[in-house]
């Protein structure tokens, strides 16, 4: 008796660890985009579904083996004759059963060869393998999806950092602009301007800041995250940069793409349904074998005082001879199925081979547009702090430094965008390039 609450405070200890491992596996607050993918992966619907359906392929397949091994069936029979069947016999109706009978019957079914279950065992491994490819599919794509709305947020929450430091400058040149006009140094027009600058980047910083709750929602949806959870993104902007690179030599292998892996699968498969309609022109042959205990007895509490068994043994045989031309219509279409998965595939072969080049050609533009815009982030911000101090001196006026500020803020929101373009063609070229990992 002392041993109980012992064994039950381990558990209550092991269920406890259990749940709170599982709560912070379901709670992922401050994410890495890693862990947005992990999580992701882990969670998704789509990719539970697919796990789920490679479950259900997996027992179909068995189910269809199963058929391989002995069948052992059973069956029992107890009835009362108010009744029994009469025969005439020399003119003089005779009874041919007694007023009770029961009978047990057991019997053994060993295919030997049938073309079904010969199919089930030559597809299994495609069939399992067409599951699997089929989740690394969907796998892939939410990596890729994940980490274009994860860079989106990013950059999005960059953009409204960017306004924000805008913001905090035009609101310090709107009062040094004030200030000059009270000394009688500058008309109200300066200051006048800095407000209508001022005003355009407030709301311009609201716009871009409202978007990024539909944006959580969006990645969270894609990570299969529960919506109510709070959840933030973390990444080095340093890092981010150097993500955007990679190398441009790599050449297009078909056998990289999903696709085209499943599309090998599916022509394998087909070639094997040919296989079978070819099989159509041969026997099935099974073993056969059943006991057959009966008993009878006109008092049924004797019934089975006395059995009268019979058995056999014996080699089962079904030869189809004639189905109206059924097995040449089968072959001719599967032949025609092959026929057309090798279309597919021929298709699929040029179909990779632009994207391959479209995503290249996209990539470059890409990495172009983004050195050109760090070039000219660089250059406006050297402009605007020169201009900056040429009107603090007196030498330029207001509407120059107005200029050289819209002039930053549209190098520093656009080189955010070309980041963002960047990454996501970087996305798009590893996955026509078959090496987006997972």
């Known amino acids: 008796m002392s041993k109980h609450p012992i064994v039950f405070l381990l558990l209550y200890f092991f269920a406890s660890s259990a749940q709170a491992q599982q709560q912070r596996d379901s709670i992922l607050t401050d994410a890495s985009l890693e862990e947005c993918i992990q999580y992701a992966l882990n969670h998704q ?32 029979t107890l009835q009362h004759y108010f009744k029994t069947p009469v025969t005439v016999i020399n003119g003089a109706p005779v009874s041919t059963a007694a007023e009770n009978f029961s009978t047990a019957y057991f019997s053994v079914n060993q295919n030997i060869f049938n073309r079904d279950v010969l199919l089930a065992n030559r597809t299994a491994a495609d069939v399992l393998q067409q599951s699997r490819q089929r989740t690394i599919s969907n796998k892939i794509d939410a990596v890729v999806e994940v980490s274009r709305a994860f860079y989106d947020i990013l950059l999005t929450e960059r953009q409204v950092q960017v306004l924000d430091e805008n913001i905090v400058r035009l609101r310090r040149s709107l009062q040094d602009a004030y200030n000059q006009y009270q000394g009688g140094i500058v008309d109200k027009t300066d200051y006048k301007r ?21 944006k959580f929602v969006n990645l969270k949806q894609l990570m299969g995250y529960p919506v109510q959870n709070r959840l933030t993104v973390l990444y080095d902007s340093l890092q981010m940069e150097r993500d955007a690179s990679m190398d441009t030599l790599q050449q297009i292998s078909l056998n990289n793409r999903i696709e085209f892996q499943l599309l090998q699968t599916e022509r394998n498969l087909l070639q094997s349904e040919l296989r079978y309609e070819h099989w159509g022109y041969l026997p099935s042959i099974s073993a056969v074998g059943t006991y057959n205990p009966s008993f009878q007895n006109d008092r049924f509490s004797s019934l089975y005082s006395n059995a ?13 001879i004639f189905q109206g031309g059924k097995r040449k219509y089968n072959i001719r279409n599967a032949e025609l199925q092959i026929q057309r998965v090798q279309l597919d595939i021929d298709q699929f072969t040029l179909q990779a081979n632009t994207q391959y080049a479209q995503a290249l050609a996209t990539y470059k533009g890409n990495i172009a547009q983004l050195n050109a815009l760090r070039e000219n982030l660089d250059l406006a911000t050297d402009v605007y702090n020169t201009l900056q101090l040429q009107y603090n001196s007196g030498i330029k006026s207001y509407l120059d430094v107005i200029i050289a500020e819209t002039d930053l803020r549209e190098a520093q929101l656009n080189y955010l965008n070309a980041l963002f373009a960047a990454l996501s063609s970087k ?3 590893e996955k026509a390039l078959g090496t987006v990992k997972y």
């Open 308 to 320: 009268y068994p019979s058995s056999f043994i014996g080699l089962q045989l079904s030869v189809p």
């Open 45 to 76: 619907p789509g990719i539970k579904q697919s796990l789920l359906d490679e479950r259900i392929v997996n027992a179909n397949v068995k189910s269809r083996l199963a058929d391989w091994y002995p069948q052992i069936n059973f069956d029992y």
């Open 194 to 214: 800095a407000q209508i600058a001022l005003n355009n980047t407030i709301a311009e910083r609201k716009r871009i800041a409202e978007t990024i709750e539909a």
């Open 427 to 429: 996305l798009d070229f």
